[in-house]
């Protein structure tokens, strides 16, 4: 599985079991007012479902990247626990 994440500081470090396929440098994420919301690294990433949802799950949210890279859009999503 890849997936395109926004790092911020609060998910490093990285596992062992996740790859970085290509770092596009840092980022911040504004909203139409131009206020930040978020910022981190724009990383390209590589592993099994299985060691991503193990690796996010804590977290209260992940900036999740869609698009090209010039121009990625970024939603803000949760890993549940399944039942």
Request: proline residues 6%.
């Amino acid at each position: 599985m890849k997936l395109v994440l926004l790092l911020e500081d609060k998910l490093n470090p990285i596992p062992d079991t996740i790859k970085v396929l290509e770092d596009w440098g840092f980022v911040s994420v504004v909203n139409g007012w131009g206020k930040p919301l978020v910022s981190g690294s724009h990383v390209y990433l590589e592993g099994t479902e299985e060691a991503f949802k193990e690796w996010l799950r804590p977290f209260d949210s992940v900036c999740v990247g869609q698009g090209s890279p010039m121009l990625q859009n970024f939603s803000i999503m949760h890993i549940k626990w399944e039942n």
